[in-house]
């Protein structure tokens, strides 16, 4: 079983490329998330997507789009990367109750210079 | 400021000791409460999840929950070296915006030393 697989594991850009990160699932899950992770802040959610054709804000948005391709799949767009997006991202998904338990992908390791 | 807060560690723990890891939160309709642990370059995994006041016990980890107080904690029994890791408390915000999305604090670094 895959679980949740994302793309690529490492990238570096310079800055103002642009660059999209792909994730799929394969638990028939409805909900998909997009966080970002940085020392001494914990995961932070960029965007949310409750089902197949919806997305969402979350704590930090800015700099970023979404696409949710289909129910598998949820990608996450920088379309001028700046330093600041330097971070750890990661994917996850989970079922549709409030709080159900979340299956992260293995991260993504993304520099800006 | 952020929902969920934890103490950032690091929490050094003599290998066989209790560790405890401390978690307060703001917003009150919050009525489930997870902690995750996430080993250095590894992505969050779930180890415990509490949904009322109380303690619920799993192998060597109890969580504890008490909801007048906001807070939940996380006792780890026997703490082995296999623990040194990252834990991350999360509750989902109850607020009209932001209903159900999942909020972590910041973590708490562990570490047992031999």
């Known amino acids: 079983n895959a679980g949740v697989t994302q793309t690529p594991k490492f990238q570096v850009l310079k800055t103002g490329q642009s660059m999209t990160l792909q994730c799929a699932q394969d638990m028939n899950h409805n909900s998909m998330y997009w966080y970002r992770q940085d020392p001494g802040m914990g995961l932070r959610l960029i965007y949310y997507?409750?089902?197949?054709?919806?997305?969402d804000k979350g704590e930090v948005p800015n700099g970023y789009n979404v696409s949710r391709l289909n129910k598998r799949e949820f990608s996450l767009r920088l379309e001028s990367a700046a330093p600041s997006q330097t971070s750890v991202y990661f994917c996850a998904s989970s079922g549709r109750r409030v709080g159900e338990k979340l299956f992260f992908g293995s991260g993504t390791q993304l520099s800006v210079l | 400021q952020k929902e969920v807060e934890q103490n950032s560690g690091p929490l050094s723990v003599p290998e066989g000791a209790i560790a405890s890891l401390n978690c307060t939160y703001s917003?009150?309709?919050?009525?489930?409460f997870f902690w995750y642990r996430q080993y250095s370059g590894k992505s969050p995994e779930l180890i415990m999840s509490?949904?009322?006041?109380g303690d619920k016990e799993d192998g060597r980890f109890t969580a504890q929950l008490n909801k007048a107080s906001q807070y939940v904690s996380l006792l780890i029994r026997d703490s082995q070296p296999s623990d040194s890791a990252t834990y991350l408390c999360a509750a989902p915000l109850m607020t009209t915006d932001s209903w159900g999305k999942l909020q972590f604090g910041a973590g708490t670094q562990v570490v047992v030393t031999p």
């Open positions: 917003d009150r309709g919050s009525q489930s």
């Open positions: 509490i949904y009322s006041n």
């Open positions: 997507s409750a089902s197949e054709g919806t997305t």
